[in-house]
């Protein structure tokens, strides 16, 4: 067995220095130096040995020789051209890890999945770009990708609006779109001098781990949604004004009126009061008054 050695700073530093790598701020690059970090995240991981993980911007490939000891394969997404040399250096004792040089935006991870574990449930593991959180886990949830669990570094701020519920103020349209699609739970925080360079913010890990079927059933779950967006657009207005204002909606005063009613809930509510139950059935009144 190879042990992974790159979580030891004085090696990164020497992989930096031999290729005179230079930190590209735009792909929110900050590689993780912290040992006790990165025993945290596979643990919380929970990848086994039959477990294909895909890995999204493994940096120099740090947390990558991690995954293979603990994962059967591992395929990384890396944007970086000029990681792609380092990566072959740092991984070439481990014969389990694909890298793929590339946008993952732009990655059809379906078909990694049906290549490399027949379709079934993959596990995504990352020390996430922060510029790009929302569309990665968002692209993840929405495009169908065969996903048991996400278990991800993120803006800790970003981490307490995917576990929160109504009543706090970072409850948003991302708690309620994580949490329709999967369990979160916070799993380590994590100060900026775990990273080089430091992230001028903190950061936390969270799992998600997707759920077998949704939390709530709803008759349409794209209008749903719609509702959820236009509700916390204009977080300061009453659910009313948000809902018949918004672009993206194409119902009057009345209709959204006669829907809030419909719902037991009083004219005067904010978005931010209510559960992802309530948007559920907010939703199917919609649909029901429009029939
Ligand atoms: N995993 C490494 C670690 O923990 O040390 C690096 C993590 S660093 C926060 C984010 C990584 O994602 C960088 O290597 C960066 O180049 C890469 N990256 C940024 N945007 C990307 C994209 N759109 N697709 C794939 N990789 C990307």
Redesign the pocket.
């Known amino acids: 067995m190879t042990t992974p050695y790159l979580g030891n700073p004085k090696y990164t530093i020497e992989v930096l220095q031999k290729y005179g790598f230079v930190f590209?701020k735009r792909?929110?690059?900050?590689?993780?130096i912290d040992t006790h970090v990165l025993d945290r995240i596979i643990s919380a991981s929970e990848i086994t040995k039959d477990d294909f993980v895909l890995e999204?911007?493994?940096?120099i490939g740090?947390?990558t020789q991690y995954l293979a000891e603990a994962a059967r394969e591992v395929t990384a997404?890396?944007?970086?051209d000029a990681?792609i040399p380092i990566l072959k250096d740092t991984l070439k004792e481990w014969d389990n890890v694909t890298v793929l040089h590339g946008?993952?935006?732009k990655t059809d991870i379906c078909k990694i999945a049906e290549e490399k574990n027949q379709g079934r449930p993959i596990k995504v593991v990352?020390?996430?770009?922060y510029y790009?959180t929302t569309p990665i886990i968002m692209g993840l949830f929405e495009s169908h990708v065969p996903v048991s669990s996400i278990t991800v570094m993120v803006q800790k701020e970003v981490a307490d609006r995917m576990q929160t519920g109504p009543g706090s103020k970072e409850y948003g349209a991302l708690s309620l779109a994580v949490q329709y699609y999967a369990e979160p739970k916070i799993v380590a925080n994590v100060p900026p001098n775990c990273f080089m360079p430091r992230p001028k913010v903190g950061s936390a890990v969270i799992c998600l781990t997707r759920h077998q079927n949704p939390p709530v059933t709803t008759l349409d779950e794209k209008l749903m949604f719609r509702l959820i967006r236009a509700s916390f657009n204009q977080r300061r207005k009453t659910l009313s004004n948000s809902l018949k204002n918004s672009q993206e909606l194409p119902y009057s005063r009345e209709e959204v009126e006669a829907a809030i009613t419909e719902c037991g809930l009083p004219l005067n509510i904010r978005g931010e009061a209510l559960t992802l139950e309530q948007f559920a059935r907010l939703s199917d009144c919609f649909v029901k008054l429009n029939k």
Do not use: K, S
């Open positions: 590209q792909f929110g690059q900050n590689f993780l999204i911007g493994p940096g740090t947390m997404v890396e944007i970086d990681l946008d993952i935006l990352a020390n996430l770009p790009i």
